[in-house]
C-alpha cells in the first residue's frame, strides 16, 4: 500500500524562527512530490518536485527532493504568523490510469508571535 | 486565470438522506477533475477522478458515485448517506496529469 508519511504532526515555534518539515514516502512508481498550504478550506499549491527538478525556491520556502532516501523537506525561514497552517505532503504516481494524489496527514504549524 | 467554485460551504444532512455536491472550473478547458475526502485524523483520501466529460473512475469502494455531465461540472453524489460520510469533501482540478492539483475551498458535510 502506497504510504506517505509526514513529521512531525504538530509544530509551535516563535515568529523569526527556521523551521524544517519533513515528508517520507514509500510508494510504486514514484512519479512527483507537491507541497501544500491548507489554512481555513482550500488548500493552496506550493511547490512540485520530480526528477527533474529536485530543489525549489520561493520567497522564505523551499523545499528538496531526496529520491535516494525517498523523502523531502519544505523550509521555511523567517517565519511570520502568517505561515501558520497545516502543511500537505503528497505524493503522485505514474501508470495504472490513477492521476490523484496520495496526501501524508500534515503538519499542523503554529507561529506565535 | 482559472477559478474553481464549491457548494454548498457547509451541509447538515440525516442519516439516509441523498446528497449532492456541486463543483465547477472557469478559465480552462477539458480539465481533470477530482472529488477529495478528508476525514478527522486522516490525509486527503482521492475518491473519484475524471479526465473527461462521462469518464468516471472510482478509487475507493463506498456509498458515494460522480458523474461529470458537463466538460467544467463535477458532481459527487449519494442516494442513502451514512454516518460514516462525515467529513471535508474538496473537489480540485489540474490541465492535465502530472499537473499540480488546485482546489476549491470545500465543503463540511455532518452527518446527524
Known amino acids: 500500500e502506497d504510504k506517505v508519511v509526514q513529521s512531525p504532526l504538530s509544530l509551535v515555534v516563535h515568529e523569526g524562527d527556521t523551521v524544517t518539515l519533513n515528508c517520507s514516502y514509500e510508494v510504486t512508481n514514484f512519479r512527483s512530490l507537491l507541497w501544500y498550504k491548507q489554512e481555513k478550506k482550500a488548500p493552496t499549491f506550493l511547490f512540485m518536485l520530480t526528477s527533474s527538478g529536485i530543489e525549489k525556491k520561493s520567497g522564505r520556502l523551499s523545499s528538496i527532493l531526496d529520491k535516494k532516501e525517498l523523502s523531502s523537506i519544505l523550509n521555511i525561514t523567517a517565519t511570520q504568523t502568517g505561515d501558520s497552517a497545516i502543511y500537505l505532503c503528497?505524493?503522485?504516481?505514474?501508470?495504472?490510469?490513477?492521476?490523484?494524489?496520495?496526501f501524508g496527514k500534515g503538519t499542523h504549524l503554529i507561529i506565535q508571535p | 486565470s482559472q477559478t474553481i467554485h464549491q457548494w454548498p460551504a457547509t451541509l447538515v444532512q440525516p442519516v439516509g438522506s441523498p446528497l449532492s455536491l456541486e463543483c465547477t472550473v472557469e478559465?480552462?478547458?477539458?480539465?481533470?477533475l477530482y472529488w477529495y475526502r478528508q476525514a478527522a485524523g486522516r490525509g486527503l483520501q482521492l475518491l473519484f477522478y475524471?479526465?473527461?466529460?462521462?469518464?468516471i473512475s472510482s478509487e475507493v469502494p463506498q456509498n458515494l458515485s460522480a458523474s461529470r455531465p458537463q466538460d467544467r461540472q463535477f458532481i459527487l453524489s449519494s442516494k442513502k448517506l451514512l454516518l460514516s460520510d462525515s467529513g471535508f469533501y474538496l473537489c480540485?482540478?489540474?490541465?492535465?496529469?502530472?499537473?499540480?492539483?488546485?482546489f476549491g475551498d470545500g465543503t463540511r458535510l455532518s452527518i446527524l
Open positions: 478559465g480552462t478547458s477539458n480539465p481533470n
Open positions: 475524471s479526465v473527461g466529460i462521462g469518464q
Open positions: 503528497a505524493v503522485g504516481l505514474s501508470g495504472g490510469g490513477a492521476d490523484g494524489l496520495t
Open positions: 480540485a482540478w489540474s490541465r492535465m496529469e502530472n499537473q499540480p492539483q488546485h
